[in-house]
């Protein structure tokens, strides 16, 4: 099981990373990509998630042609573990590197939306807090992964279970 877990593990994350490198140069500010930045980003997780699939249909055809549900998930974590995995690590070095102020420019696009929608002074001045914590916490390494991460996380949780559920084959007993 771990070398189908490693091949496509790394070729889910090579996608993912791929897609990033590929639309960061024409976003100069990744606060400022909105609505449009979130669909496209996803849709690549969801490509990228896609390997999970092949992976376990390659694991179980490797088995004979018989995989349980358990085993078929395990497998299809594990892929989806090392590709958010990646995906994590991609962030930071490009987070480190291109985009050093991403909080703080998300903190102002924020403040800015919210500017446009709340109808009170009061509530504006709790969400502007709510965002300096926000601009505040994201400085810290384990707090910037862990957002990261539940980016691409449930795209990856939810590949494995529905991979694992069509793929599941058990071997019959006569």
């Known amino acids: 099981m771990n070398r189908f877990i490693l091949r496509y593990g790394f070729l889910a994350g090579g996608i993912v990373m791929a897609s990033g490198l590929t639309l960061w140069p024409f976003t100069a500010n990744p606060a400022e990509a909105g609505v449009l930045g979130?669909?496209?980003?996803?849709?690549?997780?969801?490509?990228?998630?896609?390997?999970?699939?092949?992976?376990?249909?390659?694991?179980?055809?490797?088995?004979?042609?018989t995989v349980t549900?358990?085993?078929?998930?395990?497998?299809?974590?594990?892929?989806?573990?090392?590709?958010?995995?990646?995906?994590?690590?991609?962030?930071?070095v490009a987070?480190?590197?291109?985009?050093?102020d991403f909080a703080q420019?998300?903190?102002?696009?924020?403040?800015?939306?919210f500017e446009a929608t709340l109808p009170s002074a009061e509530a504006l001045a709790a969400k502007q807090a709510e965002v300096a914590e926000f601009v505040s916490s994201y400085k810290l390494w384990y707090v910037r992964?862990?957002?990261?991460?539940?980016?691409i996380a449930p795209v990856g949780i939810l590949a494995s279970v529905l991979a694992a559920a069509f793929l599941r084959k058990n071997a019959r007993t006569e």
């Open 38 to 65: 979130m669909v496209i980003g996803f849709a690549f997780m969801s490509v990228a998630m896609s390997f999970v699939f092949f992976g376990v249909r390659a694991y179980r055809t490797s088995l004979g042609g």
């Open 69 to 92: 549900f358990l085993a078929a998930l395990r497998c299809g974590l594990a892929i989806a573990g090392i590709a958010s995995l990646i995906y994590v690590l991609a962030w930071e």
């Open 95 to 100: 987070h480190a590197n291109l985009f050093p």
């Open 105 to 113: 420019n998300y903190g102002k696009v924020m403040i800015r939306d």
């Open 145 to 151: 992964m862990g957002y990261t991460l539940m980016e």
